[in-house]
Protein backbone atom coordinates (compact mmCIF):
# COMPACT_ATOMS: atom_id res chain seq x y z
CA UNK A 1 0.00 0.00 0.00
CA UNK A 2 0.87 3.27 -1.20
CA UNK A 3 1.80 6.47 1.69
CA UNK A 4 0.39 9.21 0.01
CA UNK A 5 -2.64 11.86 1.17
CA UNK A 6 -3.85 11.76 -2.39
CA UNK A 7 -6.48 8.99 -3.66
CA UNK A 8 -6.14 8.03 -7.73
CA UNK A 9 -9.03 8.39 -9.89
CA UNK A 10 -9.59 4.51 -9.39
CA UNK A 11 -9.50 4.29 -5.98
CA UNK A 12 -12.07 7.35 -5.30
CA UNK A 13 -14.16 5.79 -8.21
CA UNK A 14 -13.75 2.20 -6.14
CA UNK A 15 -14.75 4.28 -2.84
CA UNK A 16 -17.69 5.94 -4.03
CA UNK A 17 -19.20 2.73 -6.02
CA UNK A 18 -18.57 0.76 -2.70
CA UNK A 19 -20.11 3.41 -0.46
CA UNK A 20 -22.96 3.28 -2.55
CA UNK A 21 -23.49 -0.68 -2.80
CA UNK A 22 -22.81 -0.74 1.04
CA UNK A 23 -25.43 1.77 1.63
CA UNK A 24 -28.09 0.64 -0.62
CA UNK A 25 -27.48 -3.45 -1.32
CA UNK A 26 -28.74 -3.85 2.66
CA UNK A 27 -32.07 -1.97 2.38
CA UNK A 28 -32.84 -3.84 -0.49
CA UNK A 29 -32.10 -7.22 0.50
CA UNK A 30 -34.53 -6.04 3.62
CA UNK A 31 -37.40 -4.33 1.46
CA UNK A 32 -37.34 -8.13 -0.54
CA UNK A 33 -37.40 -10.09 2.90
CA UNK A 34 -39.75 -8.18 4.60
CA UNK A 35 -42.22 -8.77 1.48
CA UNK A 36 -41.39 -12.12 1.45
CA UNK A 37 -42.23 -12.52 5.38
CA UNK A 38 -41.77 -12.45 8.64
CA UNK A 39 -37.80 -12.79 8.83
CA UNK A 40 -35.86 -9.37 8.92
CA UNK A 41 -32.53 -10.06 6.59
CA UNK A 42 -30.04 -10.38 10.16
CA UNK A 43 -32.74 -13.06 11.33
CA UNK A 44 -32.55 -14.65 8.16
CA UNK A 45 -28.88 -14.37 8.03
CA UNK A 46 -28.22 -15.63 11.84
CA UNK A 47 -30.75 -18.40 11.29
CA UNK A 48 -28.84 -19.61 7.90
CA UNK A 49 -25.58 -19.65 9.99
CA UNK A 50 -26.99 -21.45 12.34
CA UNK A 51 -28.34 -23.95 10.22
CA UNK A 52 -24.83 -24.57 8.85
CA UNK A 53 -22.78 -24.83 12.11
CA UNK A 54 -22.11 -28.08 13.90
CA UNK A 55 -25.22 -29.17 15.62
CA UNK A 56 -26.89 -26.28 14.63
CA UNK A 57 -25.64 -24.12 17.36
CA UNK A 58 -22.88 -21.44 17.75
CA UNK A 59 -21.74 -19.53 20.43
CA UNK A 60 -23.11 -15.72 21.12
CA UNK A 61 -19.76 -14.39 20.55
CA UNK A 62 -18.41 -16.85 17.87
CA UNK A 63 -21.79 -15.62 15.90
CA UNK A 64 -21.33 -12.29 16.60
CA UNK A 65 -18.01 -12.74 14.93
CA UNK A 66 -19.32 -14.54 11.85
CA UNK A 67 -22.22 -11.60 11.50
CA UNK A 68 -20.20 -8.33 11.91
CA UNK A 69 -22.45 -7.36 14.81
CA UNK A 70 -21.48 -6.28 17.77
CA UNK A 71 -22.16 -8.24 21.20
CA UNK A 72 -25.31 -5.66 22.10
CA UNK A 73 -26.72 -5.95 18.38
CA UNK A 74 -25.89 -9.93 18.40
CA UNK A 75 -28.04 -10.30 21.93
CA UNK A 76 -31.02 -8.44 20.41
CA UNK A 77 -31.06 -10.39 17.30
CA UNK A 78 -31.20 -13.74 19.26
CA UNK A 79 -33.65 -12.28 22.17
CA UNK A 80 -36.09 -11.30 19.25
CA UNK A 81 -35.55 -14.78 17.56
CA UNK A 82 -36.16 -16.97 21.10
CA UNK A 83 -39.17 -15.17 21.55
CA UNK A 84 -40.68 -16.40 18.44
CA UNK A 85 -39.20 -19.92 19.46
CA UNK A 86 -37.16 -19.73 16.50
CA UNK A 87 -33.39 -20.48 18.38
CA UNK A 88 -33.01 -21.25 22.18
CA UNK A 89 -30.76 -19.93 24.37
CA UNK A 90 -28.58 -21.96 26.62
CA UNK A 91 -25.43 -21.70 29.01
CA UNK A 92 -22.24 -22.98 27.64
CA UNK A 93 -21.63 -26.42 29.59
CA UNK A 94 -18.11 -25.91 29.36
CA UNK A 95 -17.59 -22.21 29.96
CA UNK A 96 -20.29 -21.07 32.70
CA UNK A 97 -20.12 -17.08 30.90
CA UNK A 98 -20.75 -17.80 27.30
CA UNK A 99 -24.12 -18.86 25.85
CA UNK A 100 -24.71 -21.06 23.07
CA UNK A 101 -27.24 -20.44 20.63
CA UNK A 102 -29.41 -23.45 19.06
CA UNK A 103 -31.29 -23.38 15.88
CA UNK A 104 -34.42 -24.83 16.37
CA UNK A 105 -37.10 -26.64 14.48
CA UNK A 106 -39.55 -24.16 13.65
CA UNK A 107 -36.16 -21.81 13.40
CA UNK A 108 -34.99 -24.01 10.51
CA UNK A 109 -38.74 -24.61 9.34
CA UNK A 110 -38.80 -20.68 9.08
CA UNK A 111 -35.59 -20.27 7.49
CA UNK A 112 -36.21 -22.70 5.08
CA UNK A 113 -39.43 -20.73 4.22
CA UNK A 114 -37.50 -17.61 3.55
CA UNK A 115 -34.48 -19.27 1.88
CA UNK A 116 -36.06 -19.27 -1.86
CA UNK A 117 -36.87 -15.48 -1.52
CA UNK A 118 -33.53 -14.33 -0.27
CA UNK A 119 -31.86 -16.40 -3.13
CA UNK A 120 -34.29 -14.53 -5.52
CA UNK A 121 -33.64 -11.64 -3.79
CA UNK A 122 -29.37 -12.08 -3.84
CA UNK A 123 -29.32 -13.52 -7.57
CA UNK A 124 -31.54 -10.17 -8.33
CA UNK A 125 -29.88 -7.72 -6.86
CA UNK A 126 -26.12 -8.79 -7.04
CA UNK A 127 -25.38 -12.31 -8.85
CA UNK A 128 -27.57 -11.31 -12.18
CA UNK A 129 -24.87 -8.87 -12.59
CA UNK A 130 -21.95 -10.74 -12.32
CA UNK A 131 -20.39 -13.52 -14.66
CA UNK A 132 -18.57 -16.30 -12.85
CA UNK A 133 -15.46 -15.91 -13.89
CA UNK A 134 -16.17 -12.24 -11.38
CA UNK A 135 -16.73 -14.53 -8.28
CA UNK A 136 -13.45 -16.16 -7.42
CA UNK A 137 -11.62 -12.01 -7.39
CA UNK A 138 -14.25 -11.01 -5.70
CA UNK A 139 -14.54 -13.08 -3.14
CA UNK A 140 -11.18 -12.96 -2.04
CA UNK A 141 -11.06 -9.09 -2.44
CA UNK A 142 -14.02 -8.61 -0.42
CA UNK A 143 -12.15 -11.73 1.97
CA UNK A 144 -8.97 -9.69 2.04
CA UNK A 145 -10.89 -6.06 3.62
CA UNK A 146 -13.63 -8.05 5.94
CA UNK A 147 -9.98 -10.00 7.80
CA UNK A 148 -8.31 -5.77 7.42
CA UNK A 149 -11.40 -4.63 9.80
CA UNK A 150 -11.75 -7.49 12.31
Not at 67 to 93: C, E, F, H, Q, Y
Not at 108 to 131: F, G, I, K, W, Y
Amino acid sequence: MRDTDMLTRQETQLLHELGRLVHALPRLLEDDMNRAGDLTMTEFAVLLRLSEAPEQRLRMAELAGLMGLTPSRITRVVDSLRTRDLVAKNRDPDNFRGIITTLTTTGLTAMNEAHPHHRASVRRRVLDHLQADDLPGLTAAIRGINAALA
